[in-house]
């Protein structure tokens, strides 16, 4: 399916399936387009405002068809603050992005409290954060991430 994206004035159309994901159409729009996917706000106007904030849903989820027209927003990534609480209790503040990945934040947690990635298991909303980014974990304002540590042995 074709769907037409406006940005500023100026459409362009793009060829996708209905199965791909809204992650997937900000790569393309990433590549077609030379605007970064962490900075695109999709907008699908249909009588209502649907802000398609979900990378992993796909486009036939949100009702988009053949021809329907999605706006762009280029937006800067904003910083929020989230806490880290060690297994001791104690808490730290990192200013992140949400769209910042699991693996750049393990990085700056071992820099920062002196826990090797490999020994990190990071919590949040009793979900053990892996891969992809910190968003994908519904991490937003003020939420807080507990660092425990990984048992060692064989």
């Known amino acids: 399916m074709d769907l037409i994206i406006t940005l500023v004035g100026n459409s362009h159309t793009l060829r996708v399936h209905p199965h791909d994901t ?58 929020i603050q989230v806490f880290l609480k060690n297994e001791k209790g104690v808490s730290s503040t990192y200013d992140i992005k949400p769209d910042e990945t699991v693996s750049h934040f393990r990085s700056r947690v071992e820099e920062r409290e002196r826990v090797p990635v490999s020994q990190q298991r990071l919590i949040h909303e009793s979900r053990e954060m892996n891969k992809g980014k910190l968003s994908d974990y519904n991490v937003r304002a003020h939420s807080t991430i507990f660092l425990n540590l990984r048992l060692r042995g064989g």
């Open 22 to 79: 809204v992650g997937s159409l900000k790569i393309l729009i990433q590549q077609k387009l030379g605007i970064a996917c962490e900075t695109q706000k999709l907008v699908f106007v249909n009588g209502c405002s649907t802000t398609l904030n979900n990378d992993s849903a796909t486009l036939e989820s949100y009702g988009l068809h053949s021809g329907a027209r999605v706006s762009l927003l280029v937006t800067p990534p904003t910083q």
